[in-house]
């Protein structure tokens, strides 16, 4: 699925580049290596969330990076029914 994603997109607009990465935690088989080779998606086995950061920092950004932030944000209103709040 992502290498179809990955080639819809470079064929709707060829003058942009497009990458795809698929991360894991886990352990990486031979399979997989082939397979991410042939569809030319990177492959990165890194051991924590952190270290994935690191490494997608350091790969996609141009210059001089003083920190790279990942978040995850939720705003939530709760409403009583009944309530004019």
Request: proline share 1%; glycine share 4%.
């Amino acid at each position: 699925m992502l290498a179809s994603r990955l080639h819809d997109i470079q064929a709707a607009d060829p003058s942009i580049q497009v990458s795809a990465t698929l991360v894991t935690t886990q352990f990486v088989t031979e399979g997989a290596v082939l397979l991410a080779s042939h569809f030319q998606i990177q492959l990165d086995q890194v051991a924590s969330v952190e270290d994935f950061v690191l490494s997608i920092g350091s790969r996609h950004f141009v210059g001089n990076v003083d920190r790279v932030q990942i978040r995850d944000e939720t705003f939530a209103v709760v409403s009583l029914r009944g309530s004019d709040r």
